[in-house]
């Protein structure tokens, strides 16, 4: 597996320009836990609260959720 960055040029505000290598191993190993980090951020960003009965997941842009609640008897 290779897996390579090269870092081309650091930019004023912190960021940088990479230039990325891969291979197809490489490639898979990257598309794995890619996926893996996002899953667990939106369980983590989107968990149901002991008083929300049901979270709609919106985009972020929107920053609209909706929310159900259930009234107590």
């Known amino acids: 597996m290779e897996i390579s960055v090269k870092i081309l040029n650091e930019n004023k505000d912190g960021s940088a320009n990479a230039e990325v290598k891969f291979d197809k191993q490489g490639l898979e190993v990257l598309v794995q836990w890619g996926i893996v980090a996002m899953l667990t951020k939106a369980v983590d960003e ?28």
């Open 46 to 73: 989107y968990k149901v609260r002991p008083d929300e009965a049901e979270v709609s997941i919106q985009p972020r842009s929107k920053k609209a959720v909706t929310k159900k609640t259930t009234k107590k008897k």
